[in-house]
């Protein structure tokens, strides 16, 4: 079941429990921290299973038209299981509905590491396009690959 989740502490909640079971991507403490603090005011889509969230992701608005997918965690044991693809088609509409036009999302440049290359093949697959590098947005052992898509 997925839902969008309204409440400011429930977000952090449910982006707290994913995002700290998640240390492959979300290894920082500051960067981890801040996604959950932000978390509270974007829109945020769970997935649920048996009553637990087992995924989650939250939009955010960078411009009069559009949105980014700011930050996405599903626990590793429902990787593969369509929770990922279904939390997005629930964002995706909630996008289209709010009258945004385009939607992005940044990631490490395919060819840095294994987990980010599985994570820019699961974009490439809902029909993100390349846009741009920005090879120095976090650091140089970081290049921030940008993706984009229409939403209408």
């Known amino acids: 079941m997925t839902e969008i989740i309204q409440d400011p502490n429930d977000k952090m909640r449910i982006a707290r429990m994913i995002l700290e079971a998640l240390p492959e991507w979300f290894e920082i403490p500051e960067t981890r921290e801040g996604y959950i603090r932000s978390s509270a005011g974007w829109t945020m889509a769970a997935a649920y299973e048996d009553g637990t969230p087992v995924g989650f992701l939250c939009l955010k608005q960078t411009g009069r038209d559009t949105v980014e997918l700011a930050v996405m965690g599903v626990l590793k044991e429902w990787h593969r299981r ?65 993706y984009v898509m229409a939403l209408n």
């Open 82 to 146: 369509g929770i990922g693809t279904t939390l997005f088609r629930a964002a995706r509409a909630v996008a289209a509905e709010q009258g945004y036009s385009f939607m992005q999302v940044k990631t490490v440049k395919m060819g840095c590491y294994e987990d980010y290359d599985r994570t820019n093949l699961f974009y490439q697959s809902l029909g993100f396009k390349e846009f741009e590098v920005f090879p120095l947005l976090w650091d140089e052992l970081n290049p921030c690959q940008v």
